[in-house]
C-alpha cells in the first residue's frame, strides 16, 4: 500500500509544478493578449503577426483595415488576432510609443 501513496503523492507534486509553472503563465499571456485585441481602435499604429505595420482605418468586429502606404493609399483587411502588437496608440507622441 506505501508504494502506491508514493507515487500519488508524486503524480500530485508533478501535476501541481506543471499547472503552475505552465498552465497559469499561459492564461495569463492569453488574457494579456485578449485585452490588447480588444483595445485595438482608430488610428492606432499596429503590427501584424505576418510584420505588416500599419495604421488601423476602420475596426468592423473581427476584422481591421489597415492602410499601408500613405503615398499610394493602399489598404488591406485583416482578422484582429493577427494584429501582434500596438506600435503606437492614436494620439500618441512619439515618447510614448511603444519602445522595444
Excluded: W
Excluded at 492564461?27 to 505588416?52: E, F, L, S
Excluded at 499601408?68 to 500618441?92: H, M, N, R, W
Amino acid at each position: 500500500m506505501r508504494p502506491l501513496l508514493v507515487v500519488l503523492a508524486y503524480a500530485l507534486a508533478l501535476f501541481a509544478v506543471l499547472y503552475f509553472f505552465v498552465i497559469v503563465p499561459g492564461q495569463k499571456k492569453n488574457k494579456q493578449t485578449r485585452a490588447m485585441h480588444d483595445a485595438v481602435k482608430v488610428g492606432d499604429k499596429v503590427a501584424t503577426i505576418g510584420g505588416i505595420i500599419g495604421i488601423v482605418l476602420e475596426r468592423d468586429g473581427d476584422t481591421v483595415k489597415l492602410l499601408l502606404d500613405e503615398s499610394t493609399g493602399s489598404c488591406a483587411t485583416f482578422v484582429v488576432y493577427a494584429v501582434k502588437q500596438i506600435v503606437k496608440p492614436a494620439g500618441a507622441t512619439e515618447e510614448q510609443a511603444f519602445q522595444p
